[in-house]
């Protein structure tokens, strides 16, 4: 079972936003703005999309955003495209020795 | 570009040993925190461990799952990370990755991955 919660999958069409969300506790989504996002192709390495619960990294393109709420993050893809389906994960620092990085579950995205 | 290259995986006995590397080029290895993470079969992503850059003492994190077991180490002078696996248990089976973070010195992000290694523990 993993650390944070994730919906196992989520889908839209074309063009559509969707959000993912992903539910920790107060040890670690609630306590750090220190939430990351990864989107994994089938048989590819994971790729980080936001870090910081909200900052994209230099090329990952400005459809994706990320948010926090207490203790759940979020992850909006807005104007779904097909190279977008993909499993996602959701990542939070922890703060302890044998804990550091929790991750979801990872939710698969599937885009109609 | 920074590219990360693991090597070592392969088919190893519950109770053996393993020892994975990750080839490292296109920045200052020495200046970065360098990172392992395994993803199971059909499974999620699962942190392992990681190793400080030696201006914050070379230290290294372990999850509990591997604590005791596994030992990350880092040769700087070839630019590449070690993961020593001992005591391997079938659950140990997975894809490991070796990460680094988008800035130097601290490890907050797993920034850039390798292609990974397959490890099946398996009799």
């Known amino acids: 079972q993993s650390a944070l919660t994730q919906p196992a999958s989520v889908s839209g069409s074309p063009g559509q936003s969707i959000t993912i969300s992903c539910t920790g506790t107060?040890?670690?989504?609630?306590?750090?703005?220190?939430v990351s996002w990864y989107q994994q192709h089938p048989g590819k390495a994971p790729k980080l999309m936001i870090y910081e619960v909200s900052k994209r990294p230099s090329g990952v393109s400005n459809r994706f955003s990320g948010s926090k709420s207490g203790n759940t993050a979020s992850l909006t893809i807005s104007g779904l495209q097909a190279e977008d389906e993909a499993d996602y994960y959701c990542?939070?620092?922890?703060?302890?020795?044998?804990?550091?990085?929790?991750f979801g579950g990872g939710t698969k995205l599937t885009v109609l | 570009e920074v590219q990360l290259v693991e090597s070592g995986g392969g088919l190893v006995q519950p109770g053996r040993s393993l020892r994975l590397s990750c080839t490292a080029s296109g920045f200052t290895f020495g200046d970065y925190a360098m990172s392992w993470v395994r993803q199971a079969p059909g499974k999620g992503l699962e942190w392992v461990g990681f190793?400080?850059?030696?201006?914050?003492?070379?230290?290294?994190e372990y999850a509990a799952s591997v604590k005791g077991r596994f030992t990350i180490s880092r040769d700087d002078s070839k630019s590449i990370a070690y993961l020593q696996m001992n005591s391997l248990k079938t659950e140990d089976t997975a894809v490991y990755y070796c990460t680094r973070d988008l800035q130097p010195w601290i490890q907050l992000w797993f920034g850039y991955w390798g292609q990974g290694t397959l490890v099946t523990v398996s009799s």
């Open positions: 990542c939070s620092y922890a703060g302890s020795s044998t804990r550091n990085w929790v």
């Open positions: 107060s040890s670690d989504v609630g306590s750090y703005n220190l």
């Open positions: 190793i400080r850059s030696k201006a914050y003492g070379g230290t290294t």
